[in-house]
């Protein structure tokens, strides 16, 4: 054949771990939170307290546990913008079980039910007849609210039971908060997902060629469809605990939701177009929009410029990795 | 231009001098030449891959060549854009129409150049107008008001010639423009081209039919590998003679030695059927066996390979391997049945570019590689370097791009990334398409050691002597069926090329 010389053995990579954790997007997150988190210290004096930073866990927890699935799926090359419209329709029937006196865990059953059956709903229009999921999504985000304001009018379900209370307001330790222990827990369990096991693989093959992806064996439709599922239900989590931190039901709960979420994925450097992101960064992205809210809040910055602000961020964080990483190629 | 014979001496309309075009790895035209004549149909004759389309996208200001010149009327002009070779007079119709459905079929001929009143407003009455006389001036029965959706396949290919018309194009270049016509739509594709002939416009006929060809052609030109190979006029030259050209060459490189002992049948179709695409297949390869697909571009044989893949569902017809009924829905379903499929799109459906090397490789056998749904990344830099190696594929490391690889290396990822599951049956459809020479003996050389260790290959390909070098049996497919299957032992070419085209064989001696 050719020069024996020439044949030696393929090392498995050439650059330099350390290096490219360094020049990851990942650290560059971690130096805008504290860079936020100390400018935040300084602009309040209420800021740099136990438990002013356990309130502050509260602005982001049920929205970041959305953005950990959420990723999945906009990795896969996909996305959901019906996930606020889940937690309403999801708030919804709990309160309608309350009516007939379910107590705390069918209220959670039927939480988490509803989400995954509208994620298996989403998921079977999208891969089932082929329709693109954006399109899909924005029909659904109408058709789950809908229901919730048929069922409620302007009414509200009130009176859930104190055990069920606990779940959006209380402490597991000192000012850990239940649902900031949920939260670091979801995250570890869609790290291990994502990155150490042969489902996530197969995510990332989806989301940066779906066809060659098919054409290697991978059953594209099955995890496109699971990832639907797993996006319902992290909704369906997240209305457990909203409706349990508000106390109440109505049919504009969750409102805008969605946006912040994505906003959490991409600015975590989860592509847009899907094939790559990390868990790490979507945490570190939600700290960072949490970091972010309080600040303005403890400011009394009135929330219509706070929605102004969250858009802002989303069309900066969809430009800003494209800039790094034509900056990265460069250096 | 009414003495425009055949012999007559008048100066070409379109030149083409020495003009060459390589892409990385492939040398696609290499000093060709080419004279078009007002009048005239010239016919362009070669195999798949001879270097026709390449021609043809740079007479249309798709591709730039390297080298050479072009020259409109004497005049020699550069075509740096599509609009630069329209406006120089060069038009295409294509194989399949490059039109816009939802527009009407006015605007579809006057895009572009549509006819303006003094406020520089596109004059709609007039452009209907004068689009219904260019339509009604070819017969064709067309209302130059209703949207091109409507039309067939065969009315779209009059729109085409009605918008070259519309734009006084010189020259029409016709890319297998019958290929999804019926009989009767062709007859009448014939009577426009008289009608263009005698128009005196310049025809370049690009066609894989030779009753077609001896039809309608007053010259012809054949490629081969990217070069010239004869040309002339097709009164004085007989069928043979043009098949002689097309496939006389020298062999370039040599094939190995097929000296695998050949088993039992390890994978049998049985009149596999397809609403649209084929009809009535049946073949069975047999372990140790190179059986080889030969055919024109659109007779079937990739649709059935993903049939049996199971990226399309077949309507008839039962598959057995190795002696047990399978009916794989999915390619994941084939995969784990042991039948894998390197596909002809390498880009877009073998490799996963933005993704390194050992992914790539490892992706259809993580079930092997992992532990309880765990990724063990040892184990898969090992089993991507276990056969990367054996192919000897070229990279820097295993975590590099695929992305960044030749195609021929890319070809040896997909490839790899298949011996890793240890499959039954490798279907490789045009394995070495657009590779470098290199690259494509080491596929070859590849293919033999494959079937010495017992593996079974079914080569779809275009190229004769690839199949005829490389196949213990040959299947030949026209038109959605099987033609015949023949030893391969002093098979001629000329044999394959007349079953495949559809030439009779007293017509061709």
Known sequence: ?331 | MTSGTPTSMTDPILTLRGISKSFPGVRALNDVSLELYAGEVTALIGENGAGKSTLVKVMTGIYQPDAGEIRVAGQVVSLPTAHSASAAGITAIHQETVLFDELTVAENIYLGHAPTNRLGLIDWRKMRTEAQATLDSMAADIDAGIKLKELGIAKKHLVAVARALSIDAQVVIMDEPTAALSQKEIEELYVLIDLLKQDGKAILFISHKFDEIYRIADRFTVFRDGEQVGKGFIRDTSQSQVVQMMVGRSVDHIFPARNAAIGDVVLEAKGLSHPTEFDDVSFAVRKGEILGFYGLVGAGRSEVMQAVFGLTQTSGGTLTLEGRAIAPKSPADAVEAGIVYVPEERGKQGVITGEPIFKNVSLPSLGKTSKSGFLRLAEEFALARTYTERLDLRASSLSQDVSTLSGGNQQKVVIAKWLATLPKVIILDEPTKGIDIGSKAAVHEFMGELVAQGLSVIMVSSELPEVLGMSDRIVVMREGRVIDTLENTDLKPEVLVRLAAGIAEEQAA
């Open chain 1, 1 to 331: 054949m050719t020069d024996t010389s020439l044949h030696r053995s393929l090392p498995n990579r050439l650059d330099n771990p350390f290096r490219s954790a360094v020049l990851s997007w990942e650290s560059l997150l971690v130096l805008v939170a504290l860079g936020i988190f100390i400018l935040n210290s300084f602009a309040s004096p209420y800021f740099l307290n136990a438990w002013s930073l356990s309130d502050l866990t509260f602005n982001f927890t049920e929205k970041a546990l959305i953005a950990l699935a959420m990723a999945l799926l906009i990795i896969s090359g996909e996305i959901d913008l019906s996930v606020a419209a889940i937690i309403a329709l999801a708030s919804t029937m709990m309160g309608l079980a309350l009516q007939y006196g379910a107590d705390t865990p069918v209220l959670v059953m039927v939480g988490i039910g509803v989400g995954i059956a509208c994620g298996a709903f989403n998921g079977f229009l999208v891969t089932g007849l082929k329709l693109p999921s954006i399109v899909v999504t924005i029909g659904t985000m109408s058709l789950f609210r809908g229901i919730a304001f048929i069922v409620l009018g302007d009414q509200s379900f009130k009176g859930y039971p104190k055990s069920f209370a606990w779940l959006g307001q209380g402490y597991v330790y000192w000012v850990i908060s239940f649902e900031l222990v949920l939260f670091l827990l979801c995250a570890v369990i869609y790290w291990v997902l994502l990155h150490r096991t042969n489902f996530g693989r197969r995510i990332f093959a989806i989301g940066n060629n779906d066809v060659a992806a098919r054409f290697s064996g991978v059953r594209v439709d099955r995890i496109k469809f699971i990832l639907f599922c797993l996006t319902g239900l992290m909704s369906g989590l997240a209305a457990v605990l909203l409706t349990a931190r508000l106390g109440s039901t109505r049919p504009s709960i969750a409102e805008g939701f969605e946006l912040e979420a994505i906003t959490m994925v991409v600015l975590g450097g989860v592509s847009i177009l899907g094939g790559a992101g990390s868990i790490l960064g979507v945490v570190l992205a939600a700290v960072i929009v949490g970091l972010v809210t309080f600040g303005l809040g403890l400011l009394n910055v009135p929330g219509i410029v706070m929605t102004i602000f969250t858009g802002s961020l989303l069309i900066v964080v969809i430009a800003l990795p494209i800039l790094f990483r034509m900056w990265r190629q460069r250096a």
